[in-house]
């Protein structure tokens, strides 16, 4: 069965007007070594007399010193050590903490209230003082108040916070009204939020080889090389109130709090460098059962990695099979016989999910797949996952919430309980794995057969039972429904029918792909064309609002799909229209700067182009799209731990506009950078592609430890698809 033709879908190189899009010629981009930042903390447990931390310095030979509320301190190789009191002390500690012993005792003639100065700054014999009434610049004797000057702009600036002289020497200032750096005689760069400027409640400044660095009541901010960083949270700093800083001659900041001292070190790293940390870490606290299910940790010691026990989640089946995806495209890139391993331990993993529910106490239909596993020799989980909890839940939250006794069955075996529900995020999870698994990892008869007869099994159960997941009790799962009657007549679905439509096309897809069994094409077919799934998801498989609409678990399934629903389509005609589909999608979702998007849509489109009514459309995907995946992998940070964190305060933040969110209930407390785009991975909660970066604050409490396999999934198809290169 074919449908009309639609498009012709070409090789091209063309440019869209006023746009720079890639070409085949253009990639790969070669990222090379970087600086990757990492927080290292000290409290009294690595010898400081006390966290309650007033101020930190740099002396001439490159020591870091701690003024605490119970005295002085230096660091040592990895520790600090108490500094002993007397007269050599006395001297030393005035030179280095002149802004807590009174900042006004280095100028002999004051330009204001000596009790007025809030810090002073000095370069050659020009000095610069910082005070509630203004700036001052002089030479110890006479006096001017800056006015600084940006063109026509002219700020008189109040309540002067810090001073200090870059690597540059160019003279900085910061206050309630701003930052700005003195360029050339009364000529100055001044910047506020709206120049991206992250905050504004300053406490203290510092300068050094790797750029300048202002303290805040809630959060540091560092400006590099044109640009803003912001470091908030316990991710970056014990406490978000600093109260000093101080650069080491590599460039290293340290910083005063009242909860101890905050470090943020420049590491050079690669992102293969990166990419094996995340495969170590995975290996030390995220592998859950003899099977190894790949999930978030918890840490029964907030931050404290050492206490993890990996987690029993509703998706296990969908974490594993990003996780297989991930280390499949790692084999093909390295050809790591690690990576190898870990991809056949994965996909066995998964399959087992689809034969466990077969039996016991209450036996599925033959290919029903399970959310998770537990041993019973463990805590029985229907004490936590029970009707009760079913019934509140379905009163309360969501009327279609199904009752389910028990949730968590026990197999033929009794070794295990599993648990039942399974959802289209599942699905979603095991055919994407399945598929690259097949493609890249599979070279045997016999591995090749074992993957053709798990995806039969599970994909015969949905043929078998209307295109629905039917649990132990012979129903239909709660989300994963998928049938013409359903999709396209039934209004409690109207919200998942594009994503749905595709998901079920994309699970036939790939069945087809690995079996060339006709009747999974046939079936494939009859929904694309006859009941109209290709045109479900045409306009996009999520109902969309604008960039920030609420859903990001969707968006990342949604491209999951396309990945393999596009590059294994060969008619023309369907492909015109999952061309058209993810087009539109993505230039809702390229404001997210997110890789695996980027990367999936790349090996989608890159060189090809779409004809209509219209005219001719260039699909290839845009430069910057490329530069902003990248820099995101490169940022992707490495404390993976759940710590609370916000960018509801800060002053670059726009909130999303009423029509795509609202502002009640979880639509509210959301917003991006100025520059339209979300906040980088580096300053935000979200680091699972499926998160919702637009969300200003979360309310984690360190002792959660999510697990890198998102890096190791955009990084890998990257690598693969050649569109990076180290």
């Known amino acids: 069965m074919r449908i009309p033709h639609v498009a012709a879908i070409l090789f091209c190189t063309a440019s869209v007007a006023g746009q720079v899009q890639m070409t085949p010629e253009d990639v790969p981009v070669r990222v090379g070594a970087f600086e990757q930042q990492v927080h290292i903390a000290y409290t009294t447990r690595d010898g400081l007399p006390s966290n309650d931390v007033r101020s930190v310095a740099c002396d001439a030979e490159g020591s870091i010193f701690a003024l605490t509320a119970n005295g002085p301190a230096r660091f040592a190789g990895d520790r600090w050590e108490v500094v ?7 001297t030393k500690e005035q030179s280095l903490f002149p802004g807590v012993l009174a900042a006004s005792s280095s100028v002999e003639n004051p330009p204001c209230d000596a009790n007025t100065i809030r810090a002073v700054a000095r370069h050659d014999a020009e000095l610069a003082v910082a005070a509630e009434s203004g700036l001052y610049i002089g030479d110890g004797t006479g006096w001017t108040m800056a006015l600084p000057r940006q063109g026509v702009i002219r700020w008189a600036p109040i309540a002067i916070r810090a001073v200090a002289y870059d690597a540059e020497n160019r003279l900085w200032f910061a206050c309630p009204q701003g930052v700005g750096f003195r360029e050339s005689g009364d000529e100055w760069r001044l910047f506020s939020g709206e120049e991206g400027l992250p905050f504004n409640d300053f406490t203290c400044m510092a300068a050094g080889p790797k ?54 070190e420049f590491h050079p790293m690669t992102l293969a460098q990166k990419a094996a ?15 190894g299910y790949v999930n978030p940790a918890t840490l029964s010691v907030p931050g404290d990695k050492t206490t993890a026990t990996p987690e029993a989640t509703d998706n296990d089946g969908h974490f594993t099979g990003l996780y297989l995806g991930a280390v499949s495209l790692g084999y093909a890139a390295t050809k790591s016989p690690k990576l190898r391993n870990d991809a056949v331990n994965a996909f066995e993993s998964l399959a087992f999910l689809s034969k466990v529910t077969e039996g016991g106490t209450h036996p599925a239909p033959r290919g029903f797949i399970a959310r998770a596993v537990e041993p019973t020799s463990g805590p029985n989980p229907n004490e936590r996952d029970n009707p009760e909890k079913d019934r509140i ?70 043929l078998d039972h209307d295109y629905s997941l039917v649990d132990h009790d012979g129903k239909p799962t709660r989300w994963a429904h998928f049938s013409p009657e359903d999709m396209n007549q039934n209004e409690d679905w109207w919200v998942e029918r594009g994503l749905n439509s595709y998901s079920i096309l994309a699970y036939l897809a790939v069945t087809h792909h690995i079996t060339r069994d006709q009747k999974y094409r046939d079936a494939y077919m009859k929904l694309a064309v006859d009941h109209g799934y290709a045109m ?55 404001y997210e700067m997110n890789p695996f998007l980027n990367f999936v849509y790349a090996a989608c489109c890159m060189g090809k182009e779409r004809t209509d009514q219209w005219g001719t ?30 960018n509801a305060h800060r002053i670059d933040m726009v909130p999303l506009p009423d029509h795509v969110r609202g502002t009640t209930g979880q639509n509210a407390g959301t917003g991006h950078h100025v520059s339209g785009r979300v ?28 697990e890198g396999v998102s890096f190791l999934l955009a990084y890998y198809m990257g690598l693969v698809h050649g569109f990076i290169a180290e």
């Open 617 to 646: 459309l260039n699909l290839s995907p845009q430069k910057n799209w490329f530069e902003e995946g990248v820099d995101t992998l490169r940022r992707y940070p490495l404390d993976l731990i759940s710590w609370p964190m916000s």
């Open 536 to 590: 479900n998801g045409m306009t996009q498989p999520k109902f969309q609002w604008g960039p920030g609409s609420f859903g990001q678990a969707d968006d990342n399934m949604a491209f999951m799909n396309y990945y393999h629903l596009i590059r294994y389509e060969t008619d023309p005609g369907l492909l015109s229209m999952f061309h058209n589909s993810i087009y539109y999608y993505w230039n809702i979702e390229k």
């Open 393 to 462: 839940r379905q009163s309360t939250r969501d009327a279609l919430w199904k009752i389910m006794d028990p949730r968590w069955p026990v197999d033929e075996t009794g070794e295990w309980y599993w648990k039942c529900d399974s959802s289209s995020d599942e699905l979603d999870g095991y055919f994407f794995g399945f598929g690259i698994y097949y493609d890249r990892v599979c070279e045997t008869a016999e591995e090749k057969d074992a993957v053709r007869e798990v995806v039969r099994r599970m994909t015969d159960h949905l």
């Open 277 to 291: 940390f995340f495969e170590e870490e995975i290996d030390k606290y995220h592998r859950r059962t003899r099977l």
């Open 211 to 264: 750029g300048v660095w202002f303290g805040t009541t809630n959060g540091v901010i560092r400006y590099s090389n044109g640009e803003w960083e912001f470091r908030q949270g316990r991710r970056w700093l014990l406490d978000s109130h600093v109260r000093d800083i101080a650069i080491a001659p590599n460039g290293d900041a340290w910083f005063a709090t009242s909860a101890g001292v905050s470090r943020i």
């Open 679 to 706: 906040f980088r991975i580096d300053e935000n909660h979200a680091i699972y592609w499926g998160d919702d970066p637009w969300t200003l604050s979360s309310s984690g409490d360190g002792t959660r430890l999510r």
């Open 84 to 90: 002993v009191g007397g007269p050599e002390w006395q």
